[in-house]
């Protein structure tokens, strides 16, 4: 056997193997058992604490949030904590819309030796959205602060207290949170604040967030963490996104700190089937390991001055943290540059290796990606057609999307093959080799642009790269240029395999272009190795088509919802008073085999007239019978403030359960001076917005009070919408199937009321 001709093939295969390896050693940590070291977190532990959080859906307003509550403070007293709850008004405003809700944070606070210096604040939220038991999100935070207090209880005094805060209402946006900041006095004295967060119920944990001027935290969070999984990329992608957690709050308010989350296993994320069998305690166990070291590390160090100059952070291998100061990214990326024009003369002599070959290159490689992209693009529009169900769950993520990661990577895999194989061999490797590199150059300003501390995700492996491949130039040894590409692309896939698993994990079937697009540079990178004889180059033809197919078989296996991965389904009842009529809602993107015996086949592009034109929600709906149920009582006061002001008094009760409330304000001219339950609060209502909206959370048996000023003493009218939850079983003529669940948020098993009161 001649062992050379298969050389290329054998490096191929390592490259692969480090690829796997690197994917495989950034995960969460081993569990700790029962039995494991009392001073040590143990998940198994903290999970007898999630078996009675989690039994339950418990959102706000419910009995079972309110037996949650009773759960974390009887247990922090057991431990000795000091613990009071901060029962206020909370509010935030998003354009025409103020949402507001009385929330009951817990906290907790575990006693240190200096009384007068900063606290350290650790964060979790308790409550869970409507339809979902909520074990990971957040009832693994939850129990990984409870197993946390425990085994501090066991270890040495402490220097500085902690206060172990439990939000409530981060689902209804963040208003736990809201008031902690704004409304008492206990957030000012915070030093370091750690959150914990979970997107799903498996997956390595990852410190994606951080404070501006992070140096100082990042140091310590590297030196702190016995896990430390965190990188800037993510940092600077999530700035721009919309979501949010509790640590917005704080991070608005300038506060140092550390938001982590774990992100695998998005369909289960605010689902039914977030329960405590489904949840795999590595995550517990990743958040629990890192918040112990984490507190133990910070409260030695000193928290008057926790800011430092931005750095650049990541994992270079496994759970390895690297960081470095931002102000050396301009350097690097020049050196970057130089490097590869350094590389291009170096190789000026060498025969076909001109401009032009270059450049042919680097348009044959920009052609390859966006023909890899555009199939993708079309077989991800064929999945979401074949398979309209999967547009029940967040971002089209069935349980099954793992699946189509190995069909989007088998297509980049088999269009490479096919274009640099049988189109353009006899193209000269170095020139299409550094038409890549030039690339990446130019995507390297780009990211320095808008991700400044994300560039590290560029120049790190390529520096190193090219500084070994000029040393193959100039070293003129007759040791294989293979040897050097190999040994220079080592970092690269360390870094880069994990990245392309990851950035599918987030956007999966919305967008997965961009783990397309690092896979295919990947490929292109390793052209070298395949042009050497051409075998490979033809085994990544097979491979990438195997690959596709057998991803689309899998895919399609278990694309049928079941027992054990059961349909996300959309039905809410409501009742128009203001036309004594009644009908179904469903808000799903398609319709399912249990909705479409409630609603027509028409769909709607607006949700009147619940909302009365004013959101555009595409919905289906269908008739339904008119239930009795009682309004709301609403006692009105109005006193004359002066002769162009009035002052009007609501009390608002609801005359059955509910737990939220919207207010439209219809006709008002201007308003002013709001204020909810004795809370102030800065929102001016005026009619030139298409709705002033109220949304209120956890309303009390007791009801609402609402104070405003306005020039106007009458002639205005108010818009009232109830929402309960849990349609009764008698009202549904056709059963929901044994493999179908609610549908995630406010608008599955719930009951709406609409009313209109003129004044």
């Known amino acids: 056997m001649n062992i050379k001709a298969?050389?290329?093939?054998?490096?191929?295969?390592?490259?692969?193997?480090?690829?796997?390896?690197?994917?495989?050693?950034?995960?969460?940590?081993?569990?700790?058992?029962?039995?494991?070291?009392?001073?040590?977190?143990?998940?198994?532990?903290?999970?007898?604490?999630?078996?009675?959080?989690?039994?339950?859906?418990?959102?706000?307003g419910t009995a079972a949030?309110?037996?949650?509550?009773?759960?974390?403070v009887n247990y922090c007293e057991e431990m000795g904590l000091e613990v009071s709850i901060q029962d206020t008004m909370a509010a935030r405003k998003w354009g025409s819309t103020l949402?507001?809700?009385?929330?009951?944070?817990?906290?907790?606070?575990?006693?240190?030796?200096?009384?007068?210096?900063?606290?350290?604040?650790?964060?979790?939220?308790?409550?869970?959205?409507?339809?979902?038991?909520?074990?990971?999100?957040?009832?693994?935070?939850?129990?990984?602060?409870?197993?946390?207090?425990?085994?501090?209880?066991?270890?040495?005094?402490?220097?500085?207290?902690?206060?172990?805060?439990?939000?409530?209402?981060?689902?209804?946006?963040?208003?736990?949170?809201?008031?902690?900041?704004?409304?008492?006095?206990?957030?000012?004295?915070?030093?370091?604040?750690?959150?914990?967060?979970?997107?799903?119920?498996?997956?390595?944990?990852?410190?994606?967030e951080v404070n501006e001027e992070n140096g100082w935290v990042i140091k310590h969070f590297a030196k702190g963490a016995p896990y430390p999984v965190a990188n800037s990329m993510a940092y600077e992608i999530y700035k721009i996104m919309p979501n949010d957690s509790d640590f917005s709050m704080f991070r608005k308010g300038k506060y140092t700190g550390v938001n982590q989350a774990n992100i695998d296993g998005f369909a289960n994320y605010h689902s039914m089937?977030?329960?405590?069998?489904?949840?795999?305690?590595?995550?517990?166990?990743?958040?629990?390991?890192?918040?112990?070291?984490?507190?133990?590390?910070?409260?030695?160090?000193?928290?008057?001055?926790?800011?430092?100059?931005?750095?650049?952070?990541?994992?270079?291998?496994?759970?390895?943290?690297?960081?470095?100061?931002?102000?050396?990214?301009?350097?690097?990326?020049?050196?970057?540059?130089?490097?590869?024009?350094?590389?291009?003369?170096?190789?000026?002599?060498?025969?076909?290796?001109?401009?032009?070959?270059?450049?042919?290159?680097?348009?044959?490689?920009?052609?390859?990606?966006?023909?890899?992209?555009g199939i993708g693009f079309i077989l991800l529009a064929g999945l979401l057609k074949l398979y309209p169900h999967y547009s029940h769950f967040y971002a089209n993520n069935f349980y099954n999307v793992h699946f189509y990661f190995w069909m989007f990577m088998g297509v980049t895999l088999l269009v490479f093959g096919l274009i640099y194989g049988n189109l353009f061999r006899s193209q000269h490797p170095l020139a299409l080799f550094t038409g890549v590199v030039i690339f990446k150059i130019i995507l390297l300003v780009m990211v320095h642009f808008f991700f400044e501390t994300a560039t590290y995700v560029i120049y790190y492996p390529l520096i190193f790269l090219l500084v070994l491949l000029l040393l193959k130039v100039y070293s003129k040894n007759k040791i294989s240029p293979l040897w050097y590409l190999f040994l220079g692309m080592i970092p690269l896939l360390l870094l880069w395999a994990p990245i392309i698993q990851t950035l599918y994990i987030v956007f999966s079937l919305v967008i997965p272009y961009a783990s397309m697009l690092l896979f295919g540079i990947l490929l292109a990178m390793a052209l070298p190795f395949w042009q050497k004889g051409g075998q490979p180059l033809n085994g990544m033809k097979v491979i990438g088509a195997s690959v596709l197919l057998l991803s689309i078989i899998l895919g399609h296996i278990n694309s049928k919802?079941?027992?054990?991965?059961?349909?996300?389904?959309?039905?809410?009842?409501?009742?128009?008073?203001d036309e004594n009529k009644a009908y179904w809602l469903s808000v799903s993107k398609h319709q399912d085999e249990w909705t479409e015996k409630y609603v027509d086949q028409k769909k709607y592009p607006k949700m009147d007239p619940l909302y009365e034109d004013r959101f555009n929600w595409p919905n289906w709906r269908g008739e339904a019978s008119v239930q009795s149920l009682e309004s709301p009582k609403i006692i009105h006061g109005i006193?004359?403030?002066?002769?162009?002001?009035?002052?009007?008094?609501?009390?608002?009760?609801?005359?059955?359960?509910?737990?939220?409330?919207?207010?439209?304000?219809?006709?008002?001219?201007?308003?002013?001076?709001?204020?909810?339950?004795?809370?102030?609060?800065?929102?001016?209502?005026?009619?030139?917005?298409?709705?002033?909206?109220?949304?209120?959370?956890?309303?009390?048996?007791?009801?609402?009070?609402?104070?405003?000023?306005?020039?106007?003493?009458?002639?205005?009218?108010?818009?009232?919408?109830?929402?309960?939850?849990?349609?009764?079983?008698?009202?549904?003529?056709?059963?929901?199937?044994?493999?179908?669940?609610?549908?995630?948020?406010?608008?599955?098993?719930?009951?709406?009321t609409k009313e209109t009161f003129t004044f």
């Not at 959150?195 to 410190?207: H, I, L």
């Not at 489904?278 to 517990?284: A, E, L």
């Not at 030695?300 to 291998?317: S, Y």
């Not at 919802?561 to 008073?577: G, I």
């Open 6 to 60: 298969y050389f290329p093939i054998i490096l191929l295969i390592g490259l692969f193997l480090i690829s796997i390896f690197s994917v495989k050693i950034q995960s969460p940590p081993p569990i700790i058992g029962k039995t494991g070291p009392l001073e040590a977190f143990s998940a198994m532990r903290a999970i007898e604490h999630l078996k009675i959080i989690a039994q339950a859906p418990h959102s706000s």
């Open 273 to 373: 089937t977030d329960i405590v069998e489904n949840i795999d305690p590595r995550i517990v166990q990743h958040h629990g390991s890192n918040m112990l070291g984490l507190i133990r590390h910070f409260d030695q160090q000193d928290l008057d001055n926790t800011k430092a100059d931005d750095v650049n952070f990541f994992n270079p291998v496994g759970r390895w943290l690297w960081y470095f100061p931002a102000f050396l990214n301009i350097p690097l990326i020049l050196l970057c540059i130089g490097l590869v024009i350094l590389l291009i003369y170096a190789n000026r002599s060498v025969e076909g290796y001109t401009f032009s070959t270059v450049m042919k290159g680097l348009g044959i490689f920009l052609f390859t990606i966006l023909v890899s992209i």
């Open 639 to 752: 006193i004359p403030e002066d002769s162009s002001r009035f002052k009007h008094a609501f009390t608002i009760v609801p005359q059955r359960e509910i737990i939220g409330l919207e207010i439209f304000l219809n006709n008002v001219n201007t308003l002013d001076s709001l204020i909810l339950d004795g809370r102030p609060i800065l929102w001016n209502a005026d009619s030139t917005r298409t709705s002033n909206r109220l949304l209120l959370h956890a309303i009390r048996k007791e009801g609402l009070n609402i104070r405003f000023t306005s020039p106007q003493a009458d002639s205005f009218s108010m818009t009232i919408i109830e929402r309960s939850l849990r349609i009764p079983s008698d009202w549904l003529k056709v059963p929901m199937p044994d493999n179908y669940i609610q549908g995630t948020g406010n608008y599955s098993d719930a009951i709406f």
């Open 561 to 577: 919802p079941t027992l054990s991965q059961p349909l996300q389904s959309y039905l809410s009842y409501v009742l128009d008073r």
């Open 99 to 208: 949402s507001a809700s009385h929330v009951k944070n817990i906290i907790a606070r575990f006693k240190g030796k200096r009384a007068n210096a900063k606290h350290l604040l650790v964060l979790s939220h308790y409550d869970s959205q409507p339809n979902t038991p909520g074990a990971a999100d957040d009832g693994a935070g939850v129990v990984a602060m409870l197993e946390t207090i425990r085994a501090l209880s066991l270890g040495a005094p402490l220097e500085h207290d902690v206060l172990f805060v439990f939000t409530d209402q981060e689902e209804s946006g963040l208003l736990g949170a809201e008031a902690f900041v704004n409304t008492g006095s206990l957030a000012t004295n915070t030093g370091v604040l750690l959150n914990f967060e979970s997107r799903g119920n498996k997956g390595v944990a990852y410190t994606f």
């Open 65 to 72: 949030h309110e037996e949650v509550r009773k759960y974390i």
